[in-house]
T-cell receptor, first 111, second 113 residues
């Protein structure tokens, strides 16, 4: 099946700093989503971005489908950005559309 | 904004007991997913429905797990009997159709003693 690798596994930032989270995937995809999992366990959808660039406030994401990677940018980080960030993909092949998740990136933003 | 609803939010049970989880997807969403997330890992798909039909249940342990979506709207996931290794977060998600944005509910955290 498709492989998803996220890096770095852990990230510690000072409040106000910028960061880049990376997601590499092993096959072409129809769906790529970035999620933030809050301390209560809920997965908050950040971006649906199988290709191209999107921005939402301090967050932006870019997926280069031909090179099989996606980047999530966090600018002016806040303590509320802390948590686990997941990249998840669904490949072109196959009849279903299940998401395969990476192992996540644990972000800690310190005041 | 419409949300995926799940209940209960927390469940503690003893091994060999039966448990059931309920999910109500966003209205109009044809595709419904059940994922399981073990602590420290990403979610993994258990079963996917398109309307009332199962699209993929290849990772569902069918000897003890069952899932249904009888009228193509809400869904129930059941475990009987529960085992210690079933302790995890059970997440329901829905999307308007295949390969579209998936929206997740708050999850049910299960602890089997």
């Amino acid at each position: 099946g498709i492989q998803v690798e996220q890096s770095p596994p852990d990230l510690i930032l000072q409040e106000g700093a910028n960061s880049t989270l990376r997601c590499n995937f092993s096959d072409s995809v129809n769906n790529l989503q970035w999620f933030h999992q809050n301390p209560w366990g809920q997965l908050i959808n950040l971006f649906y971005i199988p290709s191209g660039t999107k921005q939402n406030g301090r967050l932006s994401a870019t997926t280069v489908a031909t090179e099989r990677y996606s980047l999530l940018y966090i600018s002016s980080s806040q303590t509320t950005d802390s948590g686990v960030y997941f990249c998840a993909v669904s490949p072109h092949s196959g009849a279903n559309s299940k998401l395969t998740f990476g192992k996540g990136i644990t972000l800690s933003v310190r005041p | 904004e419409a949300e995926v609803a799940q209940s209960p939010r927390y469940k503690i049970t003893e091994k060999s007991q039966a448990v059931a989880f309920w999910c109500d997807p966003i209205s109009g969403h044809a595709t419904l997913y059940w994922y399981r997330q073990i602590l420290g890992q990403g979610p993994e798909l258990l079963v996917q429905f398109q309307d009332e039909s199962v699209v993929d249940d290849s990772q569902l342990p069918k000897d003890r797990f069952s899932a249904e979506r009888l009228k193509g709207v809400d869904s129930t996931l059941k475990i009987q009997p529960a085992e210690l290794g079933d302790s995890a977060m059970y997440l329901c998600a829905s999307s308007p159709g295949l390969q579209e944005t998936q929206y997740f509910g708050p999850g049910t955290r299960l602890l089997v003693l």
